[in-house]
């Protein structure tokens, strides 16, 4: 069975201030993958980043970034300087190379204030 | 098309009506997957389909739900006798190949369903 924790279920910053979003997850694979996916307001879920299990350099695009930690399961996003538009709901979801369908947390809607 | 395709977008429906939600994935995708979404919560597995294929219907909550997909393009979910608790958001997504766990899915807007 897999399950993805998110902790978190709302965050409110101001805009410019750093934010980490957490997850959490469990799962019986030995070769899987986790993805963070945003949504809008427009309902319409979109990838961000997939993670394997068997790579753990962590990774920076913009303002960004994730960090995997095999040891305490875990697959955080962080954003810096956040932005009104980085306000969303943002879902974190794990697949394994068996368990194929993809297992979503519950999600984390932030919110950015100007 | 461009992306992912869902109609309607949003649906009002009476107690004890049949309903029938329609998805049009990105051409070519082969996986197709329906989630339902509550209000506040994380998309919920409903089915999932490889071509016209149903490998997976673990997630459907009740016979009431059936899903097609018959020529493996445009799949159909279709709930009948609808209950108040049939409410949330039903998704669809696509993804390029099959029974691949590390692909990314492109998802639809959804449609709103709400029973009375």
């Known amino acids: 069975a897999q399950k993805v924790t998110q902790a978190q279920t709302e965050i409110s910053v101001v805009e410019k201030e750093d934010v980490t979003l957490d997850c959490v997850y469990e799962?019986?694979?030995?070769?899987?993958?986790l993805f963070w996916y945003k949504q809008p307001p427009s309902g319409e879920l979109v990838f961000l980043i997939r993670r394997n299990s068997f790579d753990e350099q962590n990774e920076i695009s913009g303002r960004y970034s994730w960090n995997f930690q095999k040891s305490t399961s875990s697959f955080n996003f962080t954003i810096t300087a956040s932005q009104v538009v980085d306000s969303a709901v943002y879902f974190c979801a794990l697949s394994g190379f068996e368990s194929y369908i993809p297992t979503f947390g519950r999600g984390t809607s932030l919110i950015v204030h100007p | 098309g461009a992306g992912v395709s869902q109609s309607p977008r949003y649906k009002v429906a009476k107690r004890g009506q049949d309903v029938a939600l329609r998805c049009d994935p990105i051409s070519g995708h082969v996986s197709l997957f329906w989630y339902q979404q509550a209000l506040g919560q994380g998309p919920e597995f409903l089915t999932y389909?490889?071509?016209?294929?149903?490998?997976?219907k673990s997630g459907l909550p009740s016979d009431r739900f059936f899903a097609e997909r018959p020529e493996g393009s445009v799949s159909t979910l279709k709930i009948q006798r609808t209950q108040q608790e049939d409410s949330a958001v039903y998704l669809c997504?696509?993804?390029?190949?099959?029974?691949?766990?590390?692909?990314?899915?492109?998802f639809g807007s959804g449609t709103q369903l709400s029973v009375l």
């Open positions: 389909f490889q071509n016209e294929a149903q490998l997976d």
């Open positions: 799962t019986r694979d030995t070769t899987y993958y």
């Open positions: 997504a696509s993804s390029l190949r099959g029974l691949r766990g590390d692909e990314k899915l492109f």
